[in-house]
């Protein structure tokens, strides 16, 4: 028995986990080991119930538990709150860093049905099929800040260590291992010390997976060649701010925000969770796309629990169901039927025969 906590979290969270729920349980069914579910409180819902984002019930319970299937936190409830207690701030951050999740992957692909709904031309995207790997705990983002007077200023540190780069720089040449093989690292190394470290590193990481072709590539001609030639990558890596900026990019690869899963890893321990928020906007209206959380259910089946095989299932159930011409709200051209968010939960059931 494997441990699984299941953390809804706010607005459509409440709708889309469970769906995501319903097809986990379906396709692990006949799995000799099986999972255990066990739903908590966080974010904004926990502010209510229990005056904090993250309880300490929540955090020890995910402390012990395998993978954690999250919804979304925030939302206009909250935030009136001081910064530092909304369910963002004082939930999802504190969670990550909790568990040392420092590795965050984003798998981006075009799914046939769909090419239409993406902003690039369909010729560009078409082959699209690639995996961003982000560093999380790392960068500027964690290193020393602050202000000075005389004259004003501001400053943040971009520190990152040997262990730090070499631990996720390892992590991208294993994923490209079990893909095309083909490892893109980006950086900013023509300018930044840490990206010479960055590449230092990955080069001497290089000597393991020979098997690998690695490439560099500055982090201003990335998100130029994210655009312009986005089926050239298979696997790119690079570190937290870089990340952000390049992991929101590529995600307009793929049209909708609905369909983005991501986890969050530390070695098999992982988070996973749509890319989108709690989109209060369609919050307890049945009408959000439950499909990223779906796919980050089958990541989680093949990132914590090596279960490729059911992993594949769900990603191809869901392919079946765009095929067949059917959308939620978010994805829907006008004129077409529109399904809510059950019934969509409904039709990945029915693909997987279930
Ligand atoms: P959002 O992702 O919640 O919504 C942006 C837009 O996309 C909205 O129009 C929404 O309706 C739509 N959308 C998002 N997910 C959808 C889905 N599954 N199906 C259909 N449409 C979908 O971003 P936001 O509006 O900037 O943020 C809303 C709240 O969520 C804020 O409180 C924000 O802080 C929080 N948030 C949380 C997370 C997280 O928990 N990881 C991430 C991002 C934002």
Not at 274 to 289: E, R, T, V, W
């Amino acid at each position: 028995m494997a441990k699984v906590v299941v953390l809804p979290g706010d607005g459509i969270g409440q709708e889309i986990v469970p769906q995501a729920l319903r097809v986990l349980q379906a396709v692990m069914a006949d799995n000799p080991v099986k999972l255990e579910y066990e739903e908590h409180l966080v974010g904004g819902a926990a502010i209510d119930a229990l005056g904090y984002a993250l309880p300490q019930e929540t955090l020890k319970a995910c402390q012990k538990a395998e993978a954690i299937l999250l919804g979304a936190m925030g939302g206009p409830e909250w935030d009136n709150l001081p910064a530092a207690e909304r369910p963002e701030m004082a939930g999802l951050l504190p969670l990550r860093k909790a568990l040392g999740l420092y590795a965050n992957i984003r798998p981006i692909r075009v799914f046939p049905a769909l090419i239409s709904a993406s902003t690039l031309k369909p010729e560009v995207i078409r082959n699209v099929d690639m995996v961003v790997i982000r560093e999380l705990t790392g960068g500027l983002y964690f290193g020393d800040k602050g202000r000075k007077d005389n004259p004003p200023s501001a400053f943040d540190t971009l520190i990152y260590s040997d262990e730090e780069i070499r631990r996720i720089v390892r992590l991208g040449f294993q994923t490209a291992q079990q893909r095309q093989k083909k490892l893109c690292s980006v950086d900013k190394a023509n300018v930044l010390e840490s990206s010479r470290l960055w590449r230092e590193v990955t080069l001497d990481v290089a000597k393991e997976f020979p098997d690998v072709e690695l490439t560099h590539m500055y982090v201003d001609n990335a998100a130029m060649q994210l655009v312009r030639y986005p089926e050239q990558f298979d696997v790119i890596v690079t570190e937290n701010m870089f990340g952000d900026i390049l992991t929101d990019l590529a995600s307009m690869l793929g049209g909708s925000i609905g369909m983005l899963a991501s986890a969050s890893l530390n070695g098999l321990k992982g988070l996973y969770e749509p890319a989108h928020g709690s989109a209060p906007d369609i919050a307890g209206k049945n009408l959000a796309n439950p499909l990223a959380t779906i796919l980050s259910a089958a990541l989680m089946l093949r990132s914590t629990f090596g279960l490729e095989e059911k992993a594949q299932l769900i990603e191809r159930a869901v392919e079946q169901v765009l095929d067949k011409g059917l959308r939620t709200a978010d994805l829907a051209k006008a004129g077409e039927r529109i399904l809510s968010t059950s019934e969509m939960g409904d039709a990945v059931l029915e693909a997987l025969g279930k």
